[in-house]
């Protein structure tokens, strides 16, 4: 099942143009205005764990509804929506498209133009180079989805798409917690990319980024890809394409195996 519906999800990602209103950032940001809104619980709304806790109840209540019902099909299809919703990335993946014609029409005002709005996609405050956004943007919609709706189910992908898209303060502990719901992605993902890219070179940063020296996830997402492959905007995109074939592959043996 969880292949069928990664499967399914991925490719209608790709051919569906599903309107904003149904993204599930949409639906997480709306939750959250009602909250504020339609409750006087001051001091629940002030402390981050409540307003996690309050933001990750649509996820709990699919997931709960589920295990109720205990339907093969109707969890299927749940989880086919679920995880299209949550890989949604169209202002990224329009932008991007934008970037390559205005590189090949050597239009540098809308080269910079449309870097911004991938650096906005990516969630980042900081300027990055096109070939590190985009990594970041497939790490956080597509990847980490994956990661955690084959490690979860649907209420997992749909607890990591939560919190990657709901309002919070900008301070050191969502920093943390943003640390640590990408940490395990991030390492699975830059595996993928010592197999299906440069291992020799890729190795020993890899190793390093899991060792005793913690590192910054997008630094250590980045630093393995530059080794893997001589980065440029296609060759990111190809190397992720390759990275996430790798991965659904192992999702294939697994479940033939009987493990998922």
Do not use: C
Not at 129 to 139: R, T
Not at 166 to 187: V, Y
Not at 215 to 227: C, D, P, R
Request: aromatic fraction near 10%; glycine fraction near 4%; proline fraction near 2%.
């Amino acid at each position: 099942m969880y292949l069928l519906a990664i499967l399914l999800a991925y490719s209608l990602e790709r051919t569906l143009e599903i309107t904003r209103n149904f993204h599930w950032r949409r639906i997480i940001l709306r939750w959250q205005h009602w909250q504020v809104k339609s409750t006087q619980l001051e001091g629940w709304r002030q402390h981050d764990l409540g307003q996690v806790l309050w933001a990750i109840i649509p996820a709990l209540a699919i997931g709960f509804v589920l295990l109720l019902l205990n339907s093969t099909l109707i969890t299927f299809l749940v989880s086919t929506a679920g995880v299209l919703l949550a890989i949604q990335a169209p202002e990224a993946r329009k932008a991007y498209k934008k970037y390559l014609i205005a590189e090949a029409e050597e239009d540098g005002a809308e080269q910079a133009h449309q870097l911004k709005k991938l650096q906005q996609a990516a969630g980042r405050n900081e300027a990055a180079p096109v070939e590190h956004l985009l990594l970041w943007i497939h790490l956080r919609h597509y990847f980490a989805v994956l990661v955690y709706f084959v490690l979860f189910g649907i209420t997992g992908a749909l607890v990591y798409a939560t919190l990657r898209e709901m309002r919070h303060s900008r301070s050191q502990r969502w920093e943390l917690a943003n640390q640590i719901i990408n940490w395990l992605p991030t390492r699975f993902m830059t595996l993928g990319f010592l197999l299906v890219g440069n291992f020799s070179k890729a190795a020993a940063i890899w190793l390093n980024s899991v060792g005793n020296k913690p590192q910054n996830n997008f630094i250590a997402l980045t630093k393995v890809a530059e080794q893997a492959e001589d980065l440029t905007a296609l060759t990111t995109v190809a190397l992720v394409k390759r990275n996430l074939l790798l991965y659904i592959i192992l999702v294939a043996i697994l479940t033939i195996g009987g493990w998922v």
